[in-house]
């Protein structure tokens, strides 16, 4: 089984600014993919970027990139040049299912908030 | 086409009403997914198709009732709702194995 855990329920963020958001995972399989999704107040969850737990370089996105430490199982989001658009509940994921089509472990979220 | 769809957007139910959702994809995706989510929590699966062939079931009640047609559309089917059913549910959908992508949602309230 996966667990994931976000531990900032909130943030909040000042337009062009930089912001990071952490997140934390444990699973015992050695394939895995990391997830960041996006759900604004419109509700549609959305991909933000992803990261394969096989690939060393941190993926980027844009304004997004991840550092992805394996060791310390770490999966940070940072959103570079923050804008108001970017307000949102994110939520961190880890897919671990192999072959088979399953289940997302998704952490518990975090609130940003971006002031103009 | 590179999106799913729900509908209807949103629905209000009573506790004796059947009624409901549905949830397309033309992407050719292999699997797609129900899930339910509480305000300010994450999603939690209920369902996944795979294949157009139910392959987990997250020990949902039986007034929620699943449905694959074909492989771009999936239905659930609601019966006997309680108050406490009353929640976004998401459909998704993907092709890669790890990698899901979601619809809009359905806001559910069951009086």
């Known amino acids: 089984a996966q667990t994931v855990t976000q531990s900032q329920p909130e943030m909040s963020v000042q337009e062009a600014e930089t912001v990071t958001l952490s997140c934390t995972y444990d699973?015992?399989?050695?394939?895995?993919?990391l997830f960041w999704y996006k759900q604004p107040p419109s509700r549609q969850m959305i991909l933000v970027i992803r990261?394969?737990?096989?690939?060393?370089q941190n993926a980027t996105e844009n304004r997004f990139s991840v550092n992805f430490q394996k060791a310390a199982k770490s999966f940070s989001l940072k959103i570079s040049d923050s804008q108001l658009g970017d307000a949102a509940m994110y939520f961190c994921?880890?897919?671990?299912?192999?072959?088979?089509?399953?289940?997302?472990?998704f952490g518990q979220g975090t609130i940003l908030t971006v002031h103009p | 086409d590179t999106e799913v769809t729900q509908t209807p957007k949103h629905l209000v139910m009573g506790m004796t009403n059947k009624k409901s959702l549905k949830c397309e994809q033309h992407m050719g995706h292999r699997a797609m997914y129900w899930y339910k989510q509480k305000a300010k929590k994450p999603p939690e699966l209920m369902f996944v198709?795979?294949?157009?062939?139910?392959?987990i079931n997250e020990s949902v009640p039986s007034r929620f009732s699943p449905e694959c047609p074909n492989s771009s559309l999936l239905n659930l089917h609601l019966h006997a709702l309680q108050p406490e059913d009353s929640a976004l549910y998401l459909c998704?959908?993907?092709?890669?194995?790890?990698?899901?992508?979601f619809g809009p949602g359905t806001r559910l309230t069951v009086l």
């Open positions: 699973t015992s399989e050695s394939d895995y993919y």
């Open positions: 994921a880890v897919y671990a299912g192999g072959t088979s089509y399953g289940k997302l472990t």
């Open positions: 990261q394969e737990a096989y690939k060393q």
């Open positions: 998704a959908s993907s092709l890669r194995e790890d990698e899901q992508f």
């Open positions: 198709y795979s294949y157009e062939k139910l392959s």
